[in-house]
């Protein structure tokens, strides 16, 4: 007859848990990496483009956010911009939020968001 100590399978618990956790981490760290190879960010995708950081980052200081008329240069203004995602329904650039300023969702040295996610469960997957 063999004798069972209770103190084994009241370590068990703690150690489930732990494992839960483990592969509810690696899941979320591989949601992280399978969206970032979705969505490159924005500086890596100017590059890709051949720009250099002076086109954005007008002192040429990578380390101060440029100011939106680098944006607008390039891409037009927010109107403009609006002309192209017309089709999306609630246009982003269209916002009943009057000018809603480029940096509020498009971040180039970190994954974009969206702004409007604060209110709204739009879903939009933001370059």
């Known amino acids: 007859m063999s004798v069972r100590t209770p103190t084994l399978r009241r370590s068990r618990g703690p150690l489930l848990v732990l494992a839960l956790g483990l592969l509810l981490a690696l899941g979320g760290l591989w949601a992280i990496c399978a969206w970032s190879e979705d969505l490159p960010l924005l500086a890596d995708r100017h ?20 100011p939106a008329a680098g944006c607008v240069r390039c891409h037009g203004d927010l109107t403009k911009v ?7 329904s609630r246009n982003p650039h269209a916002s009943h939020k009057g000018v809603v300023e480029c940096r509020m ?8 968001t969206d702004w ?3 209110c709204h469960t739009s879903g939009f997957r933001v370059p």
């Not at 590059?47 to 440029?66: F, S, V, W, Y």
């Not at 609006?82 to 999306?88: D, F, I, K, L, N």
Request: charged letters at 25%; one cysteine or more; glycine letters at 10%.
């Open 82 to 88: 609006g002309e192209r995602t017309w089709a999306v």
């Open 47 to 66: 590059k890709n483009a051949g720009l250099t950081c002076g086109a954005c980052h007008d002192e040429g200081r990578p380390e101060t956010e440029p």
């Open 105 to 112: 969702c498009h971040h180039a040295h970190r994954p974009s």
């Open 116 to 118: 409007c996610a604060q």
